[in-house]
């Protein structure tokens, strides 16, 4: 979601991403992670939340080049036969200016239900 943000720098933007994929594995964020690879090569991945029947999209990414080829549904879809026995509740927040992912999750049936604001204050005066 913060690379719609024009204001922040790739460098910064890179930084976020990647505390964020390892607080994951610091037990800091998201309980579970599925990753999609080919020839050792990682092509996606999906964090998400679990707790009882409602699974929580944290963040799901699908390298450029393997984009609309479906393997941002065919994870989740595994994710809910694998850890909810096909059914579950699933909550998923994104940025209502990035179509690509609205679009994303209204194919697969999402439904808006909530709409809010996050703000995020980032200090761009800090050397990165």
Known sequence: ???IDNNIPKIVLKKIQTQ???NYFLNKRGTHMIVCKKRQKVLGFLLFIKSKNHMI???IAVSKNQQKKGL???MINYAINKFFNGSAKITVGTQSKNKNFVNFYKKLGFKVSKIHAIFHYIN???KY
């Open 72 to 74: 941002g549904k065919n």
């Open 20 to 22: 964020w994929i390892k």
């Open 1 to 3: 979601r913060f690379k």
């Open 124 to 126: 761009l005066k800090k």
């Open 57 to 59: 999209i944290d963040l």
